[in-house]
């Protein structure tokens, strides 16, 4: 028996083995890289960096033969038996804290899947590149209390590190001196109570820029508004999430809407994102936050690297109780998110148009789900996405259908542009200049919508019919003036125009298609005694340049503003008494299954600019196409009868919201390359999907793209439709993994595209 005991703690304390196997235990660390390699990659964490790695902040690996340092972005950890082939070690660690939090790391994982991106990549677009430069900040960051009042009663670990936090000290002296866990102190940074002593010297300046437009608080909401908000605030009180979608006409009060909302937000002590689809293109409704709220952060992209940064810990801090931004401020690293809102839900800004593609409504919804905080979505003109959800029964929809203050949408009047009656030597038609000439005799203001800048579309030769193209892409040079320029709207290349065709020599070049600058033109030369003034990205370019036009257009020191789409987005003018769309189906033909859905958008969010104020307004709307149900829709303020037009043809082609469409498009220098290279992936992607069992998917192409060549590269593009798009995704993947791609060829992968040319 004794000797049975002994020989078993022989074997226990001798066998070699043992100890073996020990050894094998250890800390892995799983890597994405940013670039370069797709898979993560695993990474033993030595001893002396075991405390140091953690998910979501960065490393630095070996990688390679040559055992290159690369920093990569650590995504897990997990301990445990090491696995037999041996790993690498860590070399070292980036950051003094995680970048994203376990959150984000999930959302990128699952934002790579959805829009088929490299996982690196997103974790590159969700940080800004000022948080992801700032190296040399290895030291610990100074702590300090806040002094923000806690929202529940600190513990009496946490009350001792609020008091020795009384002047700035390090994290780990903190939790030394109060005795506790780091932990702790962790949390009371993740609360508010704790803020970097450095960033509370140097606060960013949050004034507004300029004198905030007079927005007061409307004492009572209508009884429209009121029942959207309390549809937003029943699951902001609950804390669950919910999608509530505002449907409601220009100037019905949904901004207002927004505002109680936030307003609830702050009262909770939690942090709401507002998305706008253009900082630059609606400082309106920026300025109405700031005038309501006493801390915004306003995400613009004029900020610098650092003045980002800067915003970005504050936001992190808890101090800020709203961020307003474009697309990418949904990452606004929100530690009390309570509220995300999207105005202008319909826009396509909202897309990433380079990779990572994915669109910010899609990612919102995400984080509030994940939150279990409300995700409010505001247009005029929804998008049909939304709509569909709306219907399924998915989201909640709260009609707004009348504007606030009683004034009635204006009545529409439309010119056929095919009757001969409705010609005249410029592009206002007799109509239109009628209305014009009531308007400013009225004094009322006008606004003129042509969606295309320049002086004209095109320059061609009378004798031979040669049409100045760009050198480097297939589209017809843009004449801008001064100056008798050719721009490419393709590539930017500038070229002076010759005063004699190239073709054939004869003096018979003219000058085809009406621009904003020769609608400017014409309406100077036709109303002389108006004061004109034209808004289009020509313009708009120095900073601040969109702000004093549309400030002097407030201010009555213009009378007549001629622009692009840009005129028509979120704007509040009470005294223009008439819109004039010059020419509304320009876009209505272009290769893109959404062109009636946005031609009924912009015209109708344009129209709707009209009369706002007491003395009522008219809309002029000239079109080759009156009978398009997207114009008519738009005519009759009636969006939702071209909805129930467009829902069936899109479900019928399995377009999106009943389908998901994935587009590549591929790019070569030899225009016999990039259409090779589309038909292989087209072979294969029909070769995988005929494996399918209900064959539900299709493959379209491959075919020209529509700008065939741009920048010097030939484009093929090809698309495959499916109704379910993660399968589709998997064909997609299926078909293309370990693809070798020739060396003369790129292409990308746009899953839900929204820019089809
Ligand atoms: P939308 O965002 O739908 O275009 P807004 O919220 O901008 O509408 O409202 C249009 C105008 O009406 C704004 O000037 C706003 O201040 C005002 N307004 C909004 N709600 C009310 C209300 N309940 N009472 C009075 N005025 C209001
Ligand atoms: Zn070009």
């Known amino acids: ?20 196997d020990d050894a094998r235990q250890g800390i892995v660390a ?22 140091e790695v953690e998910p979501g902040r960065r490393v630095i690996v070996p990688l390679g033969r040559a055992n290159r340092e690369c920093l990569a972005y650590c995504v ?12 690498k070690e860590i070399i070292g660690v980036e950051d003094p804290a995680p970048l994203l939090s376990p959150r984000m790391l999930e959302l990128t994982r699952w934002m790579a899947e959805r829009w088929m991106a490299r996982w690196g990549e997103v974790l590159e677009a969700v940080l800004p590149a000022g948080v992801r430069l700032s190296r040399g900040v290895r030291r610990d960051p100074l702590l300090v209390a806040s002094g923000v009042p806690p929202a529940r009663r600190p513990t009496a670990a946490q009350a001792r590190v609020l008091e020795a936090a009384a002047a700035p000290a390090t994290a780990a002296d903190l939790a030394r001196r109060a005795e506790c866990g780091r932990s702790v102190v962790n949390r009371l940074v993740e609360s508010g109570l704790l803020v970097d002593a450095g960033s509370r010297e140097r606060q960013p300046e949050r004034a507004p820029a300029r004198v905030a437009s007079p927005h007061h608080r409307p004492g009572e909401l209508s009884a429209a508004q009121q029942g959207a908000l309390d549809a937003i605030l029943a699951p902001l009180a609950a804390g669950r999430h919910e999608t509530i979608l505002l449907f409601g006409v220009t100037g019905s009060g949904k901004t207002e809407v927004y505002l109680r909302a936030v307003e609830e937000t702050l009262a909770q002590g939690r942090q709401a994102i507002v998305l706008v689809p253009e900082i630059s293109l609606t400082p309106q409704t920026c300025d109405r936050f700031r005038s309501r709220f006493g801390s915004v952060a306003v995400l613009h992209s004029h900020l610098t690297p650092a003045e980002r940064h800067a915003e970005w810990r504050e936001i992190a801090s808890g101090r800020v109780g709203v961020v307003v931004g474009a697309r990418s401020a949904i990452f606004a690293p929100t530690p009390r998110l309570g509220l995300i809102v999207i105005d202008e839900e319909h826009e396509t800004s909202f897309k990433q148009a380079t990779a990572p593609r994915y669109h910010a409504r899609d990612v919102a919804e995400w984080i509030a789900r994940s939150a279990g905080v409300p995700l409010v979505l505001g247009s005029a003109t929804p998008s049909l996405e939304s709509f569909a959800r709306c219907l399924d029964g998915s989201w909640r929809m709260c009609r707004l259908p009348e504007r606030v203050g009683g004034s009635q949408l204006p009545a529409v009047i439309t010119v056929d542009l095919r009757d001969a009656r409705s010609r005249s030597r410029g592009v206002l038609s007799p109509r239109l200049v009628a209305g014009i000439n009531w308007a400013l ?68 070049l003219v000058q085809r298609g009406t621009g904003t600058q020769k609608l400017e033109e014409q309406v100077r030369a036709g109303f002389p005694g108006a004061r004109v003034a034209r808004m289009d990205t020509d313009t708009m370019r120095a900073r601040g340049s969109h702000e004093r036009t549309l400030d002097a257009f ?84 009636d969006y939702e009868a071209f909805v129930r037009h467009e829902l069936p043809v899109r479900e019928a082609l399995l377009y999106p919201p009943y389908g998901s469409v994935v587009r590549i498009v591929v790019r070569s220098h030899r225009e016999e390359a990039a259409s090779a290279w589309a038909g292989t992936l087209v072979e294969r992607l029909r070769a995988v999907a005929a494996k399918e069992a ?21 484009r093929w593009h090809l698309q495959i439709h499916g109704a379910d798009g993660a399968r589709l995704r998997d064909v997609v993947r299926a078909a293309t993994v370990g693809l070798k791609t020739p060396d003369d060829v790129a292409w990308i992968i746009d899953v839900d595209p929204v820019e089809m040319l």
């Not at 028996?1 to 073996?20: C, I, K, N, S, V």
């Not at 005063?499 to 020599?505: A, E, H, L, T």
């Not at 209900?694 to 030939?714: E, F, K, T």
């Open 76 to 87: 897990a950890l997990r301990s445990g038996e090491l696995p037999v082939a041996p790993l």
């Open 554 to 637: 407030r201010g009555r020191e213009l009378d007549i503003l001629v622009g692009t789409q840009m005129i028509a987005k979120g704007l509040d003018f009470p005294d223009v008494m008439l819109v004039g769309v010059v020419h509304a189906d320009a876009a209505l033909h272009l290769a893109d299954f959404r062109a009636a859905e946005r031609t009924c958008q912009l015209v109708t969010q344009v129209a709707g600019r009209s009369g706002r104020g007491a003395a009522g307004g008219r809309v002029v709307v000239q079109t080759a196409t009156p009978d398009h149900p997207a114009i008519r829709a738009a005519g009759r303020h």
């Open 694 to 714: 209900d064959g539900g998917l299709r493959v379209l192409g491959p075919a020209p793209a529509p700008i065939l060549r741009l920048r010097d590269r030939y």
């Open 441 to 508: 005799a009225a004094g009322g203001q006008v606004m003129l919508l042509l969606n295309r800048r320049g002086f004209s579309t095109h320059v061609q030769c009378r004798a031979c019919g040669h049409c100045a193209r760009c050198d480097q892409c297939d589209l017809a040079l843009t004449l801008h003036q001064p100056g008798n320029r050719g721009i490419c709207h393709g590539c930017g290349l500038i070229a002076r125009l010759p005063s004699d065709c190239p073709g054939c020599g004869a003096a018979a």
């Open 30 to 51: 799983t890597v994405v890289l940013p670039d370069g390699i797709d898979k993560a990659l695993d990474y033993l964490v030595p001893e002396r960096l075991a405390g």
């Open 1 to 20: 028996m004794a000797h049975q005991h002994t020989g078993q703690r022989d074997l226990f304390e001798h066998r070699p083995a043992w100890e073996e």
